[in-house]
């Protein structure tokens, strides 16, 4: 097999439809190889990104692996021809670096692993263990995709939230309500095999090749719904509305996990509690669930503040955005919305940047406790909403954190989650307030063209009432820096809506090199809530990571 990269394939070639694209890939191919059409076997699509630098230029770039008629003899003698005209330059064997499960675990354990939260973490470490035979109880406090929809809508309508099924909390976590963007900063040989597990259950298979993928709100509780029934296929055995209420630590002959504690409302609404003994315990739970946060802090588990990051939610229109980033081919249908991606550096060590772009997408209600607002984005498949959305945020660094307390980034993200609370009037309604009035440091009291998505509406004022300053600084400093990046960063009206504090975890569970808890043994400290991941990608590759450690320890 070879790999092509580089493969340049200009817009107006492609219509959108996955027929189009395989046959203008094999037409560049044959060209730029010069061989017959016979001898091109087969050509799948690996990695496809659009090149907007020149705004008069804007097209896709592909890299491809084909496999020729004759084999590897036929590739290395394609090769040498290349090379004597001097024109082998992105051409080379394909060298992928192999990926699987582990083995299946053959001897019998004493006690089957739990797993503590079913989002991208503990759904992929589930699947693995349950891959090796060890029949892994997933415990997630949430509800199934369909009830965790209901109770979605119930709260969007009429602000009465469920603090354990929420945009937070439920099967697939918090991911599930962001869109599902795929992109990650990191490389690892899990990641063809997440997307490749994705995809089977449901995802487009253009997540395979496409630099930028995502799955879409609307899409991803089917998928995780059908990657939750592999689980149990395979012996797992998965608790939906259930939580861990406490964890069993014996301090003999040195600190190691003993029980968990799993409670679920009973038919009489009372909480029926189960107590189980466990050696082997994965934390995945999400940071979103302080409750576990203090449940480790109180069983004397190692652990440690760490950088994260608040803001705001900020709306312009997605047409500017597209204008933007595409220009005269705007609006191209091949092209779809476009996305951005920003960073602004400032002068006191201090920035800000976008994070969790949703193209057409919308500001989403993402509150898990009452008396608190929060907002995050999310898009569906076809990402055709008439805004852009996307987190405007700056960090908080543990030294900005007052006292000792391992959980103060916790109790600073829920003061301002209350403050933006009490600025909305109550009833999760969120404050927001128009680009230009932050500049000028000036409340807002009407809206403009940008009209705001948030759907439990928005009441306007001053948003820096919600957030310390060092954040809404940085963020004010850095508008003008990003409309450089992106211009029309800067609109009048583009609306800012508070406030984002869910981006990370403020808390990191201390673990070593063996995936394991630092001071107790059995507990396995896993994904984004753990402090050990950032999105989807990096969650899912943490959550088999942790488990192949795990494998390995019992091996």
Not at 274 to 280: G, Q, T
Not at 534 to 543: L, N, P, Q, V, Y
């Given at each position: 097999?070879?790999?092509?990269s ?16 395989e046959?203008?890939l ?23 990104s ?9 097209h896709?770039t592909y890299?491809?692996?084909?496999a ?24 080379r ?17 004493a ?19 349950a ?7 997933l ?29 937070q ?34 995802a487009?298979q253009?997540?395979?090749w496409?630099?930028?993928?995502h ?8 998928v ?11 012996g ?19 600190p ?15 909480l029926?509690e ?7 315990l ?32 900020i ?12 220009g ?13 991606r ?11 940047f ?24 999310m898009?569906?498949s ?10 405007f ?8 954190l007052?006292g ?15 403050l ?11 404050p ?28 306007w ?6 957030l310390p ?6 963020l004010?400093g850095?508008i ?7 211009h029309g ?5 583009a ?17 070593g ?43």
């Open positions: 097999m070879l790999d092509i580089a493969i340049r394939i200009p817009v107006d070639q492609l219509d959108g439809t996955l027929r189009t694209e046959l203008s094999r037409k560049a191919i044959l060209h730029r190889l010069r061989i017959a059409p016979d001898d091109l076997l087969s050509v799948e699509p690996r990695k496809r659009i090149d907007a630098r020149k705004k008069s230029d804007v896709f890299t491809a692996r084909i020729l008629r004759g084999g590897a003899n036929a590739e290395r003698a394609l090769l040498a021809k290349l090379r004597a005209r001097r024109a082998e330059k992105g051409v064997q394909s060298t992928d670096k192999p990926f699987g499960l582990p083995a299946h675990f053959g001897t019998t354990v006690s089957r692993p739990v797993v503590i939260g079913a989002g991208c973490a503990g759904l992929f470490c589930a699947l693995s263990l891959s090796a035979g060890l029949k892994p109880l415990v997630e406090r949430g509800q199934d995709a369909t009830r965790r929809t209901k109770a979605i809508e119930h709260f969007n309508e009429t602000g009465e939230l469920d603090p354990e099924s929420n945009i909390f439920g099967l697939g976590g918090a991911g599930t309500f962001s869109d599902g963007k795929l992109a990650t900063g990191t490389k690892s040989p899990a990641h063809r095999f997440i997307l490749q597990t994705l995809a089977d259950a449901g487009s253009e997540i395979l496409d630099a930028k993928p799955v879409g709100s609307d899409v991803l509780p089917s995780v719904t059908h990657i939750l029934q592999r689980i149990e296929s395979l797992g055995e998965v608790r939906l509305g259930c939580r861990m209420t406490d964890m069993g630590v014996s301090q003999s002959p040195s190691h996990v003993t029980s968990v504690t799993l409670g679920h409302r009973g038919e009489s609404g009372l029926v189960e107590r189980i003994p466990v050696d082997n994965v934390i995945a739970c999400g940071h979103s669930a302080r409750d576990v946060f203090e449940l480790l802090r109180n069983r004397d588990v190692t652990l440690e503040r760490k950088t994260f990051a608040m803001g705001v939610r709306e312009h229109l997605q047409s500017m955005v597209d204008r933007s980033q595409y005269p081919f705007a609006g191209h249908p091949t092209l779809g919305a476009a996305p951005y920003l960073v602004a550096h400032l002068n006191n060590d201090r920035s800000a976008s994070f969790c772009m949703c193209p057409g997408g919308y500001v989403v209600a993402a509150a898990s406790e009452p008396g608190g607002v929060v907002t995050n984005g898009s569906l076809d990402r055709a909403g008439t805004n852009a959305n996307s987190g945020l700056a960090n908080v660094f543990p030294t900005d007052p000792d307390d391992v959980l103060a980034g916790v109790e600073l993200q829920r003061r301002c989650e209350r933006a609370f009490e600025a909305g009037g109550g009833s999760y309604v969120a927001a307030q128009l680009v230009a009035d932050f500049l000028q440091g000036t409340p807002s009291t009407a809206g403009g063209n940008v009209v705001p998505t948030y759907p439990r509406g928005v009441r004022g001053d948003v820096t009432t919600c300053s060092y954040i809404t600084e940085t004010r850095s003008p820096k990003m409309n450089r990046q992106l960063f800067e609109t009048a009206d609306v800012l809506t508070g406030v984002e504090t869910r981006s990370s975890s403020p808390v990191r569970v201390t673990r090199k063996d995936c394991r808890s630092v001071s107790t043994a059995g507990l396995w400290p896993c994904g984004e809530g753990a402090g050990y991941a950032g999105g989807i990608m990096s969650a899912a590759t943490d959550g088999l990571r942790v488990a192949q450690a795990l494998v390995d320890s019992l091996s």
